[in-house]
């Protein structure tokens, strides 16, 4: 089936300003809550949101099979099990309906006034359900930054890191979306030269430049998704934040990994946009150093998306800062090949689950994806606008992250990930 929504040469009868993030080729999908109390799925263009609850019961969708209450409920998760035919068919529709050319529901004031809102009428929500949580440690830049660091140039990547795409189980429940305040952890720590722990809070509050992909139900428990099927199972991604603790970390993550120091928050985008709508973007993954195993290997070259990555740090004094600028391309690890690993022992995925790309860092120092490896574990400090310095996160930081595409005709992005960083009392 044809993606239409993608005509590069439409336009849409909303206003759109040429940079923006959501033009009529974009159609994410989200979950918020309207003027009038009512939660709703919906999608965006430009500076305006779609209530698809409303537009689907004044029938705008008709012909195409949907349960009447599929867009009235509080998360994607049952619209997102239907699979991509019925998401393409509604990315679609609702191109056509906001093209410049079509005039039904352009001219409808009252049915317009049901089904568009400012975005300053809004409150976004999570968009999904997050059942379960996988974290991937996917960027060879970003590993053999953090392998430098602590264990050396030599042993700088752990020997299984070129065969598989390493990761780890995160904790769901503490997935939010962005705007979301982020309370300073507590937990255990070593001070450098201590031999016996102390308790409080975190002093090494790091962000982490990542993407996260949302799936639909993949496989029966026991089955494994080949790798050249894995992406149609994947509805679309957000930009993410997955926050680090460094100190709480450090302390506790032999032998088993991260716990505390990383369940305490993740901030996701609130709108997820569609693998159909990145199409255009594709691009070559990093050539792999090492063949991996036949279950890995993909037989199509252009399997990653050219998405440009930056991270901002908002001071309390309102100046924003310019931490890093990076791709999702660098990614040496797919999508595929991550989702093809998680399902081969026979992990059954459901709709709704996360898996995280891990920090994405790139080949040069400003394009590095966390404090840790912009300050060098703290040797360098950076310094701000206003002549302040850090090395990791102070209490007041708003924390902001951004992905786009962008080509000669048109501009796809995700939003503002963002979390203000405040302090938990005891």
């Known amino acids: 089936m044809k993606i239409t929504a993608n005509n590069p040469n439409r336009k849409s009868w909303l206003h759109v300003d040429e940079n923006s993030d959501f033009p009529i080729q974009n159609i994410p999908f989200g979950v918020f809550l309207t003027r009038d109390d009512i939660i709703t799925i919906g999608t965006r263009i430009g500076d305006y949101a779609i209530d698809l609850g409303a537009l689907h019961q004044l029938g705008y969708f008709e012909g195409i099979p949907l349960t009447d209450d599929i867009f009235l409920q509080d998360t994607l998760n049952d619209f ?86 390493v990761g780890y189980h995160g904790r769901s429940s503490s997935i939010v979306v962005s705007g979301t305040p982020i309370h300073r952890p507590y937990g255990q720590t070593l001070p450098v030269g201590a031999t016996e722990p102390v308790f409080g809070a975190s002093q090494r509050i790091d962000m982490e430049l990542e993407t996260a992909f949302i799936t639909t139900a993949a496989n029966h428990l026991g089955e494994s998704i080949p790798v050249d099927e894995a992406e149609e199972y994947i509805f679309g991604m957000v930009v ?66 050219d998405i440009k990555l930056e991270a901002i740090l908002e001071t309390e004094n309102g100046d924003r800062n310019l931490l890093s600028k990076s791709n999702f391309k660098y990614m040496y690890w797919t999508m595929a090949q991550q989702l093809a690993h998680q399902t081969v022992n026979g992990c059954n995925v459901r709709t709704g689950d996360m898996l995280g790309s891990g920090t ?61 960083i405040v302090h938990l009392k005891k």
């Not at 906001?98 to 049901?114: G, P, Q």
């Open 80 to 165: 997102i099990a239907d699979g991509r035919i019925t998401w393409r068919l509604v990315r679609n529709r609702i191109a056509d309906l906001f093209d410049e050319n079509n005039e039904t529901l352009k001219n409808d004031v009252s049915h317009r006034d049901d089904i568009i809102f400012k975005m300053d009428e809004i409150e976004m929500q999570l968009p999904v359900d997050i059942g379960d949580y996988t974290d991937f440690y996917s960027s060879k830049e970003h590993a053999t930054n953090v392998g430098i660091m602590f264990r050396g140039k030599e042993n700088a990547l752990m020997p299984n890191w070129l065969h598989i795409p």
């Open 240 to 305: 993410f934040n997955d926050w680090s603790a460094r100190d709480i970390q450090k302390w506790e993550y032999v032998p088993l990994g991260p716990f505390l120091g990383k369940s305490f928050a993740s901030t996701i985008s609130p709108w997820i946009v569609t693998m159909d709508a990145l199409e255009p973007f594709r691009c070559e993954s990093p050539k792999q150093e090492v063949k991996p195993l036949p279950y890995l290997q993909q037989k199509r070259s252009d399997n990653s998306y």
């Open 360 to 420: 994405i860092s790139g080949p040069t120092k400003d394009s590095y994806g966390s404090m840790l490896e912009l300050t060098w574990a703290g040797k360098n400090p950076i310094t701000l606008k206003d002549g302040s310095t850090r090395v990791f996160f102070n209490d007041g930081d708003n924390v902001i992250l951004h992905g786009y595409c962008k080509n000669d005709t048109i501009r796809i992005g995700f939003g503002e990930c963002a979390g203000k």
